[in-house]
């Protein structure tokens, strides 16, 4: 069996941890398989290199950045081969070059095009471990680039569709995929298994354990995932394209304070102002989220829409700036809002599982703001102080 | 002009000698120059990097070892980068992969074979000021490797030879080569020019701030070097083949105090046994330095000779492990001792310099205990306790 196993930051952040991560992986070649590992930087390094770098430069070139940032990942995986090879297993480490982890030009944010598998498999062969850095890639020419956040589990992905492997483990801080986030929602409970879908669903709106990218990436190529934790041997969550069981029902339940509203009053009943409102905003790069139109008085209309708290501002300003003062009668703005998502495949064919939701909420008190909805996700909007009480009563009602 | 400038490890210590550094070499730049940088691992992080892998590995594997040192010179390039960028000029950094620096595979102790000039010609020509690291390289299978040590000054040479540059300089923390070190001898001065093999004579003799390699691939390439202060804009000194000035004078005396004299009594005076003596030495790797050979009491020989002090204890087991006692009545050893030269190619043709030699040291009351000599080299085993007199003596004797 070809297993990859990704280690984050903070489970290779000193020695004993490295020595840890060595022994468990050791644990898996001794029963004869093939293991291809995973690493990010140490700890808070890529924070410290961020410093040192800003401290010279406030405003350094990406391409220097991420040839600064990917000693990171070398400096982990040297000394993790250093911790098998005191072990007795033989052990090579190899970065983006030696792997040939070919990626686009574009500089901390960049997508891997296509990985050499040769080295590793020669290296396997030889019955090493191969240790290799996460998040970082070359570019054609010979540039360094790194893949933004949530980088290494993207190569771990990548790396297992790559080598065929038979699974691909990502090993983290919680033990797997809960139904919501345990600080919040006291009866939380491990998922054994989640769609790839539910997970992107969740990782969007801030309760996943993993990226977006490498969600997507997995599905892409039928990669199934395993998220467990670095310090426990429990069985972890499994991540794949379909699951048995609970079909009609919600896989978790999401909260995401990190929303703010914005809601433009009395603009004037003609056509096209909701595109000249969205269009000033998508030139600031502000990414809008729930959008909400509604009649307000004297026939005038009301648009509210939702963005990230630390993109308000900018919204606010682009709003005052290029929208003219005759389009509208007032703006308003607030940070005292969040969002609240139940996330299901169950929801697909079962229309009343949203209206159950609401029901909850209004018996719990809650007042509902604004209504999105996807095929398995129904997200609300409810004031900041609402959001934990709304969490509990929506996974309460869902008997997760 | 092409100007290759290495700086080591203390001039690029911490944010201000980096800047310090940036500017420097954009003065250069600005004045119509290509500017080529080669920078060492910033201060101690060198030392550092081995300290963590010695805890995670007492005796880490050598190939690892390089994987993990190769990030600190690419943390030094690319904040320099940022650096020459903060301050408006275009930079860019080149670790040894991205160069294509291609060397042997004796990690920690590579050989250059061969450098790839596109990559940097191509900078070059946007005229970017190219930073590049020192010390590394990457052999035929794409590992990282290290040059032992001096190795970015190698690595400036290198690239200085296979981009034909127009001149080499290497900043170092004093402002050139003196006649002696001025911390031990007062009158030293600074010379002007230098010729290779004296410079050779001087690195051997633990006098010199360039390493033996460094000035051999200068030499055979006939890359002129110029030693000078990173903290001043002294002129520094000169390295190339042939000096017009003091033709018939020294050029430097060196005194070095790491030397341990072994002294093998009472040998049977029958053939080989010098042969038996330096063979045991040899196969535990064991420098031998001075050797001489004299008739001790009762018809035998007593063999005398000098070693490196930190392999006095290795070389006096091997001889008492490996050689009969029969051979021989008494080993002993000493480090009480140290050598005191004097270097210049003026003694190739004049061998009155080496009794004028004697004769100062005779005069200053320092006893002699062994000679040796090359073509441009007079050396003398002297007690330790004599080593600074001897040194004043003979560098007053010659008037340098």
Known sequence: ??????????????????????KRCIEDYKKGNDVVVVLSAMGK???????????????????????????????SVSLMAMAMDSLGVPAVSLNAFQVAMHTTSVYSNARIKRIDTDRIMNELEQ???????????????????TLGRGGSDTTAVA??????????????????VYTADPRKVSEAKKLNEITYDEMLEMATLGAG??????????????????????LTTEEGTVVKESVK????????????????????????????????????????????????????????????????EEELDIAVKALEDYLPDSYYEEI?????????????????????????????LYKADVNIRMISTSEIRVTVLVNQEDMVKAMNAAHEEFEM
């Open 45 to 75: 390094m890529t924070d410290e290199l961020i410093a040192k770098a800003k401290e010279i430069n406030p405003n350094p070139s990406r391409r220097e950045m991420d040839m600064l940032l990917t000693t990171g990942e070398q400096t």
């Open 245 to 308: 069981s609970r079909d009609n029902e919600i896989s978790g339940v999401a909260g995401d304070d990190d929303a703010a509203r914005i809601a433009v009053m009395g603009i004037e009943d003609t056509p096209g102002m909701a595109f000249k409102i969205f269009n000033v905003l998508a030139k600031k790069n502000v990414n809008v989220d729930m959008i909400l139109q509604s009649v307000g008085h004297n026939d005038k209309k009301d648009i509210s829409f939702t963005v990230k």
């Open 1 to 22: 069996m070809l297993v990859v196993k990704k280690f984050g930051g903070t489970s290779v952040g000193n020695k004993d941890r490295i020595m840890n991560v060595a």
């Open 332 to 360: 308003k703005a607030s940070k005292e809002v969040a969002k609240v998502s139940i996330i299901g495949k169950g929801l697909l064919n079962h229309y009343g599982m949203a209206a159950r939701m609401f029901n909850a």
């Open 127 to 145: 019955r090493k471990i191969v240790i290799v850095t996460g998040f970082q890639g070359v570019d054609q020419f010979d540039n360094y680039t």
């Open 159 to 176: 790396l297992a569709a790559a080598l065929h492997a038979d699974a691909c483990e990502i090993y983290t801080d919680v033990d797997g």
């Open 209 to 230: 354990v993993l990226h977006n990218r490498s969600v997507e990436l997995a599905k892409k190529h039928g990669v199934a995932l395993v998220v467990r934790s670095s």
